[in-house]
């Protein structure tokens, strides 16, 4: 046992966790992490432009790698300014270390220079926090930080360490093992629950998957495509889960939801057995509950038990990892396919009678068509980062996804301002893949400056900017419910995108036309650099079907309101 | 519906606020809470009692579960419920009947000085409620009520 600083038990710490990159933003109460950060071999520190962003990243880098994403702030505004990466993180499951700096302990509660209440703040928006009291504690804290972010329903974890403990010198004694009193996950689903779900499962005349982001979180996409394939059930996946079965799966009826399919939504609604893997049944999902999947018995599997029945109740609740369950309900289950014929049939029809189309125009680009586009221009091997808004929906409808992680977007908090950082933290997971941010208008000026740390750092991340000139989701909604009040939607007055990417180094292009999009992203993929793509599309394409907020799934609008 | 739910948690910093936190992140009061640590152990014990509807509670019930440092929480069964209540009264009163009142509520005199005595009770939460009432003719000019205190039989 060696005695070392604070600041070096963090380096330590991460290099005994096996951090290989921390996206960060320097100060004051953060120096002394930051001075150890110099001298240390075992991780890459990439300097983001807003600690927002910081968060962001190592997010992006999270659910790209699967690995825990880790990120460095000082105290105070650099700590609030994290608090939205960490609420996002929060939102969907994702495992992040994020850990700030404060003011030393003799200042806290003076409201000193950059202080703030940080394990306060960040309470209602991570897994577990910490405020470090002592140097002794700290090596045990790091450890139990990564061992919470990354067990049983993963989360951020923030660890918040005054400047006097940074520089405290202490013995490091890391554990070996952990040894929590209270925190113990449930891995193993209950046996005799599993057996009743398999024979519901059997029996079922109308069953449904119903795939959430546990299953890509849990890493069990394998299994669950080995159950699919096994009782060829029909699935329908959330935004969450888009890719854990590949796009041109025979069983998958594409997205469900407030913007899903119309099959997938019929699906939900008439189902006789919904088979929840790792979703939470979020109101973009379930509509007006009371009409939700509402002659379906329900069986939920899911690691975190206050997930199961806290929207809809659950017939057959399964608390468990979805890799134990599912190799227990492959075992057990058998489905007759004569059993659940007329019920594919059934879907076959409302996939055919609505599928997700749109009129494509060779006169105006239209945002389906340039992420179709996409798609065959930059061929399987990429990640898609999105921002938050039509464009976000119109990647989960028209972009091919074939595998999991390789959609990387908000979901549950809807960040804007989330696709360029989290693209960049996705490079950094994966350099060899093409990285691409579909992006609005709106959305890109709220982590703009990240393009100076991919330009810095080269990281080829290029941004395809859907631009409507319109803060285009809620431009539909006022269409839709607000007879065309664009109250603060318009943003007609834009910047000239190609010279803010030029001015932080990377490249810009305008597209107006289907050659010019498609000359510019081969152009953008060749030139390696940090890019921008400002595609003038359509400004008034709606992202169809919708489902106004409140209604029953199945009460979807097919057609624009024109 | 009023509910009591006993809470076995780490005695560490901030684990009140995590608490209370599900609570006011759900709009939702809690009537009373009391918490101390528990002898020779690094936990603490908190009763809580509050109330709302069966489904928002077992919500609650799941979320305390769910926090790191929860060991236990007990909601169900047979509890023994006790509260205490002190009453300030000046020494200008006409103290007729008080002693039969203290008596039939186990209640005693706390403390006294040249203006003021201070009685006490510690009983069932409906007898601390109807020696308030009792209490009143005496015009008390302080009353202050401690929490429940739990115990699962």
Redesign the interface.
């Given at each position: 046992m060696k005695a070392i600083s604070g600041s070096q038990m963090i380096s330590e710490a991460l290099h005994k966790e096996g951090v290989e990159i921390v996206f960060g933003y320097p100060g004051g109460a953060a120096l002394n992490i930051y001075d150890e950060t110099y001298k240390q071999k075992y991780f890459k520190h990439i300097l983001v432009r807003h600690e927002q962003a910081a968060v962001h990243a190592a997010d992006g880098y999270a659910r790209a790698s699967g690995k825990v994403g880790v990120a460095f702030v000082t105290s105070g505004p650099g700590f609030t300014n994290a608090v939205t990466g960490l609420a996002t993180a929060y939102s969907d499951s994702i495992p992040i270390v994020l850990i700030s700096g404060q003011v030393a302990s003799s200042l806290i509660g003076t409201d000193a220079f950059q202080e703030i209440d940080a394990?306060?703040i960040s309470?209602?928006c991570v897994?577990?926090?910490y405020?470090v009291?002592s140097i002794k504690e700290l090596p045990r804290i790091l450890k139990e930080a990564f061992y919470?972010a990354r067990s049983g329903r993963p989360g951020p974890v923030h660890v918040d360490i005054p400047k006097d403990i940074t520089a405290a010198i202490g013995d490091f004694d890391y554990p070996q093992e952990i040894k929590?009193?209270?925190?113990k996950p449930t891995y193993k689903g209950n046996a005799k629950q599993i057996k009743k779900a398999a024979e519901a499962i059997s029996a079922a005349k109308r069953p449904l998957l119903y795939l959430g982001g546990g299953v890509i979180a849990s890493n069990a996409s394998e299994l669950v495509r080995k159950f699919a394939k096994k009782t060829g059930i029909p699935a329908i996946e959330t935004l969450m889960g888009l890719g854990v079965l590949a796009h041109d799966d025979e069983n998958l009826l594409a997205m469900a939801g407030m913007h899903g399919s119309y099959a997938a939504n019929m699906a939900l609604s008439e189902t006789d057995l919904l088979i929840a893997l790792g979703a939470r049944f979020d109101d973009r999902i379930t509509g007006k509950l009371s009409e939700f999947a509402r002659y379906a018995k329900i069986i939920h599997v899911d690691i975190?038990?206050?997930s199961i029945?806290?929207i809809v109740n659950a017939h057959f609740p399964i608390v468990g990892d979805l890799n134990f369950v599912l190799e227990e309900l492959i075992e057990k289950v058998e489905v007759n396919p004569e059993n659940i014929k007329d019920w594919k049939d059934i879907l076959s029809r409302y996939d055919k009678l609505n599928p997700l189309a749109y009129s494509d125009s060779d006169e105006i680009l239209k945002p389906q068509w340039v992420i179709e586009e996409t798609a065959k221009i930059a061929g399987d091997d990429t990640i898609i980062s999105t921002d938050v808004g039509q464009h976000q929906m119109w990647a989960a409808q028209f972009y091919p996804f074939s595998r999991p992680r390789q959609l990387i977007t908000s979901g549950g908090l809807g960040t804007m301002g989330y696709g360029l950082p989290a693209a960049i933290g996705s490079k950094c997971a994966d350099p060899k893949k093409t990285v691409i941010n579909f992006t609005g208008d709106g959305s890109i000026l709220m982590n703009i400056q990240e393009l100076m740390t991919a330009a810095e750092n080269g990281i080829a991340v290029i941004n395809i900017i859907l631009n409507n000139n319109f803060l285009g989701m809620v431009r539909q909604w006022q269409t839709f419910f607000y007879e065309k009040r664009y109250s603060s939607t318009d943003l007609s007055m834009q910047p000239d995108f190609v010279k803010i990417v030029e001015g932080f180094g990377g490249v810009g292009f305008v597209c107006h036309t289907k050659d010019e999009f498609r000359k510019a992203l081969k152009e953008a993929i060749k030139l390696g650099k940090v890019a921008m793509l400002d595609v003038r599309v359509d400004r008034f394409e709606d992202v169809l079907p919708m489902v106004p907020a409140g209604a029953a799934i199945y009460n979807m609008i097919l057609k624009s309101k024109e | 519906m009023r509910r009591v739910i006993s809470v076995i948690v780490l005695n560490e910093h901030g684990v009140l606020s995590r608490i209370s936190g599900l609570f006011a992140g759900r709009g939702y009061n809690i009537d009373t809470l009391t918490v101390a640590p528990i002898p020779e152990t690094n936990l603490s014990r908190l009763s809580i009692v509050t109330v709302g509807d069966e489904k928002v509670l077992e919500q609650i019930v799941k979320q305390l579960h769910k926090l790191i440092p929860t060991y236990k929480v007990i909601e169900t069964g047979e509890f023994v419920e006790k509260e205490m209540a002190l009453v300030k009264i000046p020494l200008s009163e006409n103290f007729g009947g008080l002693d039969a009142i203290l008596k039939a509520y186990n209640g005693i005199v706390a403390n006294t000085n040249e203006n003021f005595i201070v009685v006490m009770v510690a009983d069932d939460t409906i007898r601390v409620k109807n020696f308030l009432k009792a209490i009143k003719k005496y015009n008390p000019i302080d009353i202050v009520c401690g929490g429940s205190v739990l115990m699962d039989m």
């Amino acid at each position: 046992m060696k005695a070392i600083s604070g600041s070096q038990m963090i380096s330590e710490a991460l290099h005994k966790e096996g951090v290989e990159i921390v996206f960060g933003y320097p100060g004051g109460a953060a120096l002394n992490i930051y001075d150890e950060t110099y001298k240390q071999k075992y991780f890459k520190h990439i300097l983001v432009r807003h600690e927002q962003a910081a968060v962001h990243a190592a997010d992006g880098y999270a659910r790209a790698s699967g690995k825990v994403g880790v990120a460095f702030v000082t105290s105070g505004p650099g700590f609030t300014n994290a608090v939205t990466g960490l609420a996002t993180a929060y939102s969907d499951s994702i495992p992040i270390v994020l850990i700030s700096g404060q003011v030393a302990s003799s200042l806290i509660g003076t409201d000193a220079f950059q202080e703030i209440d940080a394990v306060g703040i960040s309470r209602p928006c991570v897994k577990h926090n910490y405020l470090v009291n002592s140097i002794k504690e700290l090596p045990r804290i790091l450890k139990e930080a990564f061992y919470i972010a990354r067990s049983g329903r993963p989360g951020p974890v923030h660890v918040d360490i005054p400047k006097d403990i940074t520089a405290a010198i202490g013995d490091f004694d890391y554990p070996q093992e952990i040894k929590m009193l209270t925190y113990k996950p449930t891995y193993k689903g209950n046996a005799k629950q599993i057996k009743k779900a398999a024979e519901a499962i059997s029996a079922a005349k109308r069953p449904l998957l119903y795939l959430g982001g546990g299953v890509i979180a849990s890493n069990a996409s394998e299994l669950v495509r080995k159950f699919a394939k096994k009782t060829g059930i029909p699935a329908i996946e959330t935004l969450m889960g888009l890719g854990v079965l590949a796009h041109d799966d025979e069983n998958l009826l594409a997205m469900a939801g407030m913007h899903g399919s119309y099959a997938a939504n019929m699906a939900l609604s008439e189902t006789d057995l919904l088979i929840a893997l790792g979703a939470r049944f979020d109101d973009r999902i379930t509509g007006k509950l009371s009409e939700f999947a509402r002659y379906a018995k329900i069986i939920h599997v899911d690691i975190d038990p206050s997930s199961i029945s806290k929207i809809v109740n659950a017939h057959f609740p399964i608390v468990g990892d979805l890799n134990f369950v599912l190799e227990e309900l492959i075992e057990k289950v058998e489905v007759n396919p004569e059993n659940i014929k007329d019920w594919k049939d059934i879907l076959s029809r409302y996939d055919k009678l609505n599928p997700l189309a749109y009129s494509d125009s060779d006169e105006i680009l239209k945002p389906q068509w340039v992420i179709e586009e996409t798609a065959k221009i930059a061929g399987d091997d990429t990640i898609i980062s999105t921002d938050v808004g039509q464009h976000q929906m119109w990647a989960a409808q028209f972009y091919p996804f074939s595998r999991p992680r390789q959609l990387i977007t908000s979901g549950g908090l809807g960040t804007m301002g989330y696709g360029l950082p989290a693209a960049i933290g996705s490079k950094c997971a994966d350099p060899k893949k093409t990285v691409i941010n579909f992006t609005g208008d709106g959305s890109i000026l709220m982590n703009i400056q990240e393009l100076m740390t991919a330009a810095e750092n080269g990281i080829a991340v290029i941004n395809i900017i859907l631009n409507n000139n319109f803060l285009g989701m809620v431009r539909q909604w006022q269409t839709f419910f607000y007879e065309k009040r664009y109250s603060s939607t318009d943003l007609s007055m834009q910047p000239d995108f190609v010279k803010i990417v030029e001015g932080f180094g990377g490249v810009g292009f305008v597209c107006h036309t289907k050659d010019e999009f498609r000359k510019a992203l081969k152009e953008a993929i060749k030139l390696g650099k940090v890019a921008m793509l400002d595609v003038r599309v359509d400004r008034f394409e709606d992202v169809l079907p919708m489902v106004p907020a409140g209604a029953a799934i199945y009460n979807m609008i097919l057609k624009s309101k024109e | 519906m009023r509910r009591v739910i006993s809470v076995i948690v780490l005695n560490e910093h901030g684990v009140l606020s995590r608490i209370s936190g599900l609570f006011a992140g759900r709009g939702y009061n809690i009537d009373t809470l009391t918490v101390a640590p528990i002898p020779e152990t690094n936990l603490s014990r908190l009763s809580i009692v509050t109330v709302g509807d069966e489904k928002v509670l077992e919500q609650i019930v799941k979320q305390l579960h769910k926090l790191i440092p929860t060991y236990k929480v007990i909601e169900t069964g047979e509890f023994v419920e006790k509260e205490m209540a002190l009453v300030k009264i000046p020494l200008s009163e006409n103290f007729g009947g008080l002693d039969a009142i203290l008596k039939a509520y186990n209640g005693i005199v706390a403390n006294t000085n040249e203006n003021f005595i201070v009685v006490m009770v510690a009983d069932d939460t409906i007898r601390v409620k109807n020696f308030l009432k009792a209490i009143k003719k005496y015009n008390p000019i302080d009353i202050v009520c401690g929490g429940s205190v739990l115990m699962d039989m």
